[in-house]
């Protein structure tokens, strides 16, 4: 990957409707030249796809939260993710260090459907608790790069 590359993926995250075109005006090149630099990246799997980013508060999805998730035992990471796909509210989870064995970002449109959510991760035979926090407000949100 050269500083080309990481030029198109810019583009890419900021705009992923973005043509080949408008893409080679920004980095100098042609727009086969973008295409051809956009499709080695994703047989390479440098880029994994292509998405939408949504507006939370547009599709009344008002709640947010940051949950540390506390397991019985040892569990396997793959274990963990099942467990975690059922549930939709779950919008993003990772293991981490320290006494928490996970962190889950999830989303619902009320505390009430978030509490529901909840509650069907407590139920997981491999969970043992979980420690919550509302999110409040959102400071920085930039797209990964």
Known sequence: MD?????????????????????GSEVG???PAVKRRVDRLVASGAIRGFTAQIDPDV????TEAYVELYCKGTVAPEDLRRSLE???EVVGAATVSGAADALVHMLASDVK???RA????????????T??????????DRPRT
């Open 131 to 140: 420690r919550s926090v509302i999110v409040l407000s959102r400071l920085i």
């Open 118 to 129: 909840l509650e069907r991760i407590r139920d997981e035979p491999n969970v043992d608790h």
């Open 29 to 31: 090149l042609s727009a």
């Open 86 to 88: 059922r549930v939709p």
């Open 59 to 62: 599709l009344g999805w008002q």
């Open 113 to 115: 459907q978030l509490e």
């Open 3 to 23: 500083s080309i590359d990481e030029q198109v993926i810019g583009c890419l995250l900021r705009n992923a409707r973005a043509t080949f075109s408008e893409i």
